[in-house]
């Protein structure tokens, strides 16, 4: 498993994909980051009634980013398809059965390096992202506490993400690339509660399956997030995670072992 | 210990009402380069794909190097080398990256057997070319460097010398020879040119429709494509029964479009077209001949043996 891991990663990191990918979005980070800093200034009143006007802080800037982790879901696919490439589209995957390398360890190996390289990404991106805000914007007062309360959303965060991993890994396994896409992209957003609440509003008698839905939901506990706080959701979002990650890679095995390769 | 590199019994694949392999067996001993002979969709490449675990048995039996477990049979698979179809590797990465990257996956101690296999094929100087920009030529080789990166002791090669050129394709029948000859490597290569497998083989399997229709040595073959007289006459059945019956002709063929083989009387036609003229037979062709693998397939697909 070690040496599928290690041959994994070494593939995924002499792609220029990956590399573009940190660029565009590091870039994106940068010119967002440029942009606050030009017109990020904010005004408050103090209770002398004084107009104070101030830049934005490191500790907003985290508030921020706490809340848009959902977009993880998405980004874990760039990841996934990093580190799958395309593999019936270059009917690679033969050059592994035919070895003798077990199918089990080969989609465990796929599955555990999408993972590692998803870490790295998420590395790169969160740290660069930090740093610019470091570099750009004043610390602010709570910064210890709003760290800490970030480091609390992005353990939640996490399971889930791990959760969606799994299941994409699960349709590259058994679907083409852009079939795959598709698939995960209507599971994860169209079993979001949005999505539900549009359904019911107009279907209320498919409330109760709704309701199903949006328990089983990988967004679900993201909104939630905002309205509980992570303590409360924390627990939810590792049972659902694990359930999701679980649950996949056991139907994965299922449909890889007797797979055609060509 | 076995002697025997791989061995099937049974070997049956479905696809659906398709009977793709028909309860195949196959003994392939070690050392020997296997020619494997059929038409396109005759199941050559599927059963290869078999052995190379790309698809799995509907039924039956697969055996390499004695082991026969799925877990076996995965661990023996170790020590065999596979190009099934036209090699496939990640187009953008070079050559000796995509070996690196096998390398690592399959724990081959030591970077230097990618240079060692690049070499041996003749792609050590590709450098920095992605192998999306790759000739089908190119394209070969780095299949075959992979398939012998990790020193098997079996190859299974599906039509290999696809898309080479004149000389590639005499370089790469020199590597095999080679290869079979200094390191005992056992092949079982599928080809339709059938004169390259016989400047390679050292034993035979004819598969039609999914079914194996003769495994023989190639010495047996060579004696099988021994000279024979090949006659054109209008009413063939006829004419073999005459020259059965008169001349006691036991060996012969009798072909499509009125042809017959004899392997008989090879030193007398004259008798021969004597006897049949005599019995009003009209003979339009006679011709002193020698098959080879080529008529010998031909004949075991459509012709009628006797003898």
């Known amino acids: 498993m070690v040496n599928y891991i290690n041959a994994e990663c070494y593939k995924a990191f002499h792609r220029k994909y990956m590399y573009l990918f940190l660029t565009v979005i590091l870039g994106l980070v940068a010119a967002f980051m440029l942009l606050l800093r030009v017109e990020g200034l904010r005004q408050s009143q103090t209770a002398e009634g004084m107009i104070v006007i101030q830049r934005v802080s490191v500790s907003e800037l985290l508030g921020i980013l706490a809340m848009s982790l959902s977009t993880g879901l998405y980004f874990l696919m760039i990841a996934a398809d990093i580190v799958f490439s395309d593999q019936y589209k270059h009917n690679t995957l033969k050059n592994e059965v035919s070895y003798g390398l077990p199918r089990i360890r080969i989609y465990l190996g796929k599955l555990v390096s999408a993972a590692l390289v998803a870490i790295a990404l998420c590395a790169v991106l969160l740290g660069g992202y930090l740093l610019l805000s470091c570099i750009l914007f004043p610390a602010g007062e709570e910064i210890v506490e709003s760290l800490r309360a970030f480091g609390l959303w992005l353990l939640t965060a996490i399971p889930l993400w791990l959760g969606g991993l799994g299941l994409f890994i699960l349709l590259q396994f058994v679907m083409k690339n852009t079939a795959a896409t598709i698939t995960y992209v209507m599971i994860v957003g169209f079993l979001g509660s949005g999505f539900m609440d549009l359904l019911t509003a107009f279907m209320p008698s498919l409330e109760s399956a709704a309701n199903l839905v949006r328990a089983i939901s990988l967004n679900t506990p993201f909104s939630l997030l905002g309205k509980r706080g992570p303590e409360e959701v924390m627990g939810y979002a590792w049972a659902l995670g694990s359930a999701w990650l679980g649950v996949s890679t056991l139907v994965g095995l299922a449909c890889f072992r007797k797979k055609e390769i060509s | ?307």
Do not use: W
């Open chain 2, 1 to 307: 210990m076995t002697d025997n590199a791989l061995v099937t019994r049974g070997l049956t694949k479905r696809y659906g009402n398709h009977l793709a392999v028909d309860h195949v067996d196959i003994t392939i001993p070690k050392g020997e380069i296997y020619g494997l002979v059929g038409r396109n969709g005759a199941g050559k490449t599927t059963i290869i794909r078999m052995a190379a675990a790309q698809t799995v048995p509907t039924a039956g039996e697969l055996e390499l190097f004695g082991a026969t477990g799925e877990r076996e049979l995965q661990k023996a698979r170790s020590r065999t080398g596979a190009m099934v179809e036209i090699p496939s590797f990640y187009p953008y990465l070079t050559a000796k990256e995509n070996l690196e990257y096998y390398r690592r996956q399959r724990g081959v101690a030591g970077s230097h057997v990618v240079e060692d296999a690049l070499r041996q094929v003749g792609l050590d100087d590709t450098g920095k070319k992605k192998f999306k920009a790759f000739s089908l030529g190119m394209k070969q080789r780095l299949g075959l460097a992979l398939a012998l990166m990790n020193r098997p002791d079996l190859l299974l090669l599906d039509e290999p010398i696809n898309g080479l050129d004149p000389e590639g394709i005499v370089d790469f029948r020199n590597l095999l020879l080679e290869l079979n000859r200094q390191y005992q490597i056992t092949i079982l290569i599928s080809s339709h040119i059938l004169s390259e497998l016989q400047n390679l083989a050292t034993c035979y399997g004819f598969i039609d429709q999914g079914r194996m229709l003769e495994q023989v040595s190639a010495g047996k073959l060579a004696e099988k494509c021994r000279d024979c007289l090949e006659l054109r006459v209008d009413d063939a059945p006829r004419a073999a029964a005459i020259l059965e019956r008169q001349m006691g002709c036991r060996d012969f063929e009798v072909l499509p479009g009125g042809i017959i083989r004899l392997y008989d009387g090879l030193d007398v036609p004259e008798k021969v077209t004597r006897l049949l003229v005599k019995q009003g037979i009209s003979l339009s062709g006679m011709e002193h001949r020698g098959a080879n693998l080529e008529d010998y397939f031909l004949n075991l697909m459509g012709g009628v043996r006797h003898g």
